[in-house]
C-alpha cells in the first residue's frame, strides 16, 4: 500500500522560533497534500490543501503568514510554523492523495508531528 | 456545507461482543464517500472502511462493517467479536466532489473490556 512519512515525529522547540515538518509520499505522486491539526482528545481539523506547484489553500480562521506551506514536488509538502507560540503545540497530520475522488485509496495518511512548543 | 457527527463520546464493550459506532452527516453533494478511521494511542490513522454514496452495498472489511443508510444519512460502523486491541478512538469522515478535502467527526472513543 501506499506510504506517507513525516519528519519529525516529534519536536520540541523553544518559543519565538520556525519550526518545518515533511510530509513525503514515499511510492507514489501525490498531487495535492493535506494538513491536519489535532488538539489532544480532540478531532482532526483540515488546516490547508496544497496542490503541487501552486499556493495553499488555506481554511477559514487558519493563519497564512503563521504556518506556510510549500509543495514542491509530487512527493514532498513541508508545513513551516513560524515564529511558534505555546498555543501552537500540537499534533499535526498530513494525508497525500493522487487526486481522484471518492475512493479512500486516494487518500493517505502520514503517522503525524506532535509538537511541543516551550 | 458539510457535517459529521458523532454522538458517543465514550463507549464500554465487553471482549468478543459486537459494538456499534454511531456517525451521522449531513451533505448537498449527490456523490460522497465515508469513511472510518482508527487512531490508537499512537496517533497514526488507520483506515478502516469505505462506503460510496452510490455503493448498493453496504461495505465489510473482515470485522467491520458499514451499517449505511442513506435516507437517514447514517454510516455506523459495527465490530464484530471485538479484541482488546480495537480499543482506541473511532472517527467518521466524509469526502465530498469538491476538493477532495475530508472531514472529520468528534470521534468516539471505543473502551474493550476483558
Known amino acids: 500500500g501506499a506510504v506517507v512519512s513525516q519528519h519529525p515525529s516529534r519536536v520540541i522547540c523553544k518559543s519565538g522560533t520556525s519550526v518545518k515538518i515533511e510530509c513525503r509520499s514515499l511510492?507514489?505522486?501525490?498531487?495535492?497534500m493535506f494538513w491536519y491539526r489535532q488538539f489532544p482528545k480532540k478531532s482532526l481539523m483540515l488546516m490547508a490543501t496544497?496542490?503541487?506547484?501552486?499556493?495553499?489553500?488555506?481554511e477559514q480562521g487558519v493563519e497564512k503568514d503563521k504556518f506556510l506551506i510549500n509543495h514542491a514536488s509530487l512527493t514532498l509538502s513541508t508545513l513551516t510554523v513560524t515564529s511558534a507560540h505555546p498555543e501552537d503545540s500540537s499534533f499535526y497530520i498530513c494525508?497525500?492523495?493522487?487526486?481522484?475522488?471518492?475512493?479512500?485509496?486516494?487518500?493517505?495518511f502520514g503517522p503525524g508531528t506532535r509538537l511541543l512548543v516551550l | 456545507a458539510q457535517k459529521i457527527t458523532q454522538t458517543q463520546p465514550g463507549m464500554f464493550v465487553q471482549e468478543k461482543e459486537a459494538v456499534t459506532l454511531d456517525c451521522t452527516y449531513d451533505?448537498?453533494?449527490?456523490?460522497?464517500?465515508l469513511f472510518w478511521y482508527k487512531q490508537p494511542s499512537s496517533g497514526e490513522m488507520i483506515f478502516l472502511i469505505y462506503?460510496?454514496?452510490?455503493?448498493?452495498q453496504n461495505a465489510t472489511e473482515g470485522r467491520y462493517s458499514l451499517n449505511f443508510q442513506k435516507a437517514r444519512k447514517s454510516a455506523n460502523l459495527v465490530i464484530s467479536a471485538s479484541q482488546l486491541g480495537d480499543s482506541a478512538m473511532y472517527f467518521c469522515?466524509?469526502?465530498?466532489?469538491?476538493?477532495?478535502?475530508?472531514?472529520f467527526g468528534a470521534g468516539t472513543r471505543l473502551f474493550v473490556k476483558a
Open positions: 469522515a466524509m469526502r465530498g466532489t469538491g476538493g477532495f478535502k475530508t472531514i
Open positions: 496544497s496542490n503541487e506547484g501552486s499556493k495553499a489553500t488555506y
Open positions: 511510492d507514489f505522486q501525490a498531487t495535492t
Open positions: 462506503q460510496g454514496s452510490y455503493d448498493e
Open positions: 451533505t448537498s453533494d449527490q456523490s460522497y464517500g
Open positions: 494525508s497525500a492523495s493522487t487526486g481522484t475522488s471518492g475512493r479512500q485509496e486516494t487518500q493517505y
